[in-house]
């Protein structure tokens, strides 16, 4: 088991006690997680987002080649991404092909919540995952080869396995997203993971992007803090240890195309969407393929089993859920 995981099980007061697996769906499983974030100083004023930048949509055919493409990285941007966990990369696609994923986005979203994410402010953060199996647009962008390259060449990795995809839009007022790192949700046992967050429209800091505590290794500074199921005494006792040890944070706007990629140890979290535009994202997770899954996951891995179908804990991940995304066949 890895160490992380060790440490979480290891402290078993009730409030900490996370052994037994989610039995809930995935949206509950956000739900709950939000709830976990400190929202003492948020600012209630929503302001009116800038209006959408109109461009071209790429035909269908036009998207999936873009997402196929490799995108060239400087030695530089990997030892950035090493040392740090995380790195923001401009131009991995075209506005068009970013405002088409939103489009579909909207359109899943309104299907399934039965609200516009858009038009009808309800603070929720609304999660859809596991979309690509059903729907062959979303198929191209969350096995994007290009994004597959990207992650295997930023973990120095051979080849990268599918974990799943995760549409998450944080609606007009919604909080945080509290202080974590995604090695307490991911149940595989192997450090080679990354997650590319895809914002599917420019993201100012109103909007609540993604920020990154860096460098990479200040996880080990919040060791001693115990992860609470209830109440934000978690990302409370975070946030405090970083300021105590002047832990900087990495929290910028993203423009139309620009994706980040966060290692499973970063440290990450989100401010509230003061905008009355959702902010939304998808965020895949790639993983070194030959990874198994761990022993025991817990609750805080959420419905794992519904992203790997029939894979025991200890066993191989691999299930035809996992597909390898890099490298592909015709490289
Ligand atoms: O979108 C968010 O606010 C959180 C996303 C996240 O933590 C992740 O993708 O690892």
Redo the contacts with the bound molecule.
């Keep these: 088991m890895k160490k992380s995981q060790d440490k979480i099980n290891s402290k078993m007061s009730d409030a900490a006690d996370i052994s037994k697996p989610w039995d809930k769906d995935n949206q509950a499983w956000w739900d709950w997680y939000v709830g976990l974030a400190d929202n003492e100083g948020k600012k209630d004023s929503i302001i009116t987002a800038d209006p959408l930048p109109s461009f071209a949509i790429p035909s269908d055919d036009e998207a999936v080649s873009e997402l196929s493409k490799t995108y060239h990285l400087e030695n530089e941007q990997i030892d950035f991404f090493r040392k740090n966990g995380f790195i923001k990369l401009k131009k991995v696609f075209s506005p068009g092909v970013v405002l088409k994923l939103r489009a579909e986005l909207i359109s899943l979203l309104k299907k399934e919540f039965n609200v516009d994410p858009d038009k009808e402010a309800h603070d929720r953060f609304l999660s859809l995952e596991m979309i690509w199996p059903k729907n062959k647009l979303l198929r191209a962008y969350v096995l994007s080869p290009r994004l597959g390259q990207i992650s295997a060449d930023l973990l120095g990795v051979q080849a990268v396995r599918l974990y799943h995809d995760?549409v998450?839009a944080?609606q007009a007022g919604c909080g945080r997203?509290p202080w974590?790192f995604?090695d307490h949700h991911f149940p595989l046992d192997t450090n080679d993971v990354v997650?590319a967050?895809v914002p599917a429209q420019p993201t100012p800091i109103e909007m609540?992007p993604?920020s990154f505590a860096y460098p990479l290794d200040v996880h080990n500074l919040v060791n001693a803090v115990t992860f609470e199921k209830t109440g934000t005494g978690y990302d409370k006792g975070v946030s405090e240890v970083f300021k105590q040890n002047g832990v900087s944070v990495n929290e910028t706007p993203f423009e139309l195309g620009e994706v980040s990629f966060?290692h499973n140890l970063n440290f990450?979290t989100?401010s509230s969407n003061r905008t009355n535009r959702s902010r939304i994202?998808l965020?895949n997770t790639y993983y070194r393929d030959g990874a198994r899954v761990i022993k025991s996951p817990t609750m805080v891995s959420g419905d794992w089993q519904k992203f790997m179908p029939n894979i025991k804990p200890g066993e191989v991940a691999a299930s035809p859920l996992n597909p390898i995304c890099w490298p592909t066949d015709d490289k």
């Design positions: 995760n998450l944080k997203t974590h995604d997650t967050w609540g993604l966060h990450h989100a994202a965020a």
